[in-house]
């Protein structure tokens, strides 16, 4: 990314004229206002150096620019409505924040700047996640989609129903859990895999909870967002490890050992090399089941 352009830093409420190059770094579910019945989607936005601005879509706007914005892809914004955070949303959003509108011009340029977006990621190893049980940390994941479970209706301790469904990921180390999607993510997300789950589609995850429910899972929160399958090394080495271990994977999904053992115990069902049977026992995935109850955090 150029130098030649302003950096989101450099532009403030009055500044005019400016230009600047960002990755489409993150989009969030669209949502409804609190105080008014507008619907509005979140999108994180990066410049060269790493810095990051939320920029909003409203009403309309949120279907014009869906096909428009691409996440990961590198584009020239300029006349975007710049503006000050309220207060009470300043350590979560940042200090300033655009509104894209019919206003703000837009162009695509064929960068690829994958390395950049990717560098920001944290990932946690799956055996790690017992350390952020029940927390308010947010964590970032990547694994292999190696299952789907049909999607279900559950009550919350609030008494409102909720759609959720359940995916599985697997790791290089041959370690599954279970990541619980809600609501919008069921009709977006879910849709997308169930119609290419043979594709073993590569998941990043970001803004994800691990909580102890059925055993030990990672669930998505509001503002949770994904790549799938995106255009990034760390994916293609995924798949390649993918394709060099189909045979012990497809035993895996074929069997389905994961929904009734432990990484430990799973280990020594698979045919897998010398090298990958040094398993961390993470979690206990009971067989699913309908849910009643389900406790939001």
């Known amino acids: 990314m150029g130098d030649k352009f302003q950096l989101i830093h450099d532009v403030s409420p009055g500044t005019t004229g400016w ?48 096909d428009e914005l691409l996440l990961g892809k590198t584009y020239l914004i300029s006349n975007a409505l710049v ?28 960068e690829n700047n994958s390395n950049l977006l990717i560098s920001t990621y944290s990932f946690t190893d799956f055996e790690d996640l017992p350390k952020y049980m029940d927390s308010n940390v947010d964590i970032s994941v990547i ?13 919350t301790r609030f008494g409102k129903e909720c759609q959720v469904q359940d995916l599985v990921l697997v790791n290089k180390r041959f370690d599954t859990v279970l990541l619980t999607m809600w609501e919008t993510f069921v ?54 490890w993918g394709h060099t271990n189909s045979e012990i994977i497809d035993n895996m999904i074929s069997e389905k050992h994961y929904l009734t053992s432990t990484p430990s115990k799973l280990s020594s069902k698979l045919s897998v090399p010398t090298a990958e049977k040094d398993f961390t026992e993470i979690k206990n995935i009971q067989g699913l089941k309908t849910v009643v109850h389900y406790f939001i955090l």
Not at 48 to 56: L, R, W
Not at 213 to 235: C, H, P, Y
């Open 83 to 110: 503006k000050e955070t309220n207060a009470e949303y300043k350590a979560k959003s940042g200090e300033i924040q655009w509104t894209i509108s019919g206003r703000t011009r837009i162009r695509r340029v064929e």
């Open 19 to 66: 230009t600047v190059k960002v990755v489409f770094a993150e989009k969030f579910s669209p949502r409804v206002a609190q105080r008014s019945p507008t619907k509005y989607q979140n999108l994180t936005l990066m410049d060269s150096e790493g810095s990051t601005v939320q920029a909003t879509l409203y009403g309309q706007n949120i279907t014009a620019f869906q």
């Open 187 to 240: 009709d977006n997300e879910c849709k997308y895999i169930c119609q290419n789950l043979r594709k073993k589609l590569i998941l990043i995850g970001k803004h994800l909870k691990v909580t102890s429910f059925n055993g030990l899972s990672i669930s998505t929160k509001a503002d949770s967002s994904f790549f799938i399958d995106g255009e990034f090394e760390l994916v293609e080495e995924f798949k390649s």
């Open 143 to 155: 694994g292999m989609i190696i299952d789907i479970k049909p999607r279900r209706i559950i009550q």
